[in-house]
């Protein structure tokens, strides 16, 4: 499975959160199933 990593929440995809850590310089950091990041998915289909 393909995941994004997001410096902020992803609206519309709470079903496609694989989690949220902390970076120690970043801060909070959210993880999504890649599939349903449209970021990704346009990146692929380029």
Same mark, same amino acid.
């Given at each position: 499975?393909?995941? /994004? ?5 992803? $609206?519309?995809? &709470? #079903?496609?959160?694989?989690? /949220?850590? &902390? #970076? ?8 999504? $199933?890649?599939? #349903?990041?449209? =970021?990704? =998915? ?5």
């Amino acid at each position: 499975m393909p995941l /994004t990593y997001r410096g902020a929440p992803l $609206d519309g995809a &709470e #079903h496609a959160l694989v989690g /949220t850590m &902390e #970076h120690g310089v970043l801060g909070r950091r959210w993880a999504y $199933d890649g599939c #349903h990041d449209p =970021v990704l =998915v346009a990146q692929l289909l380029a």
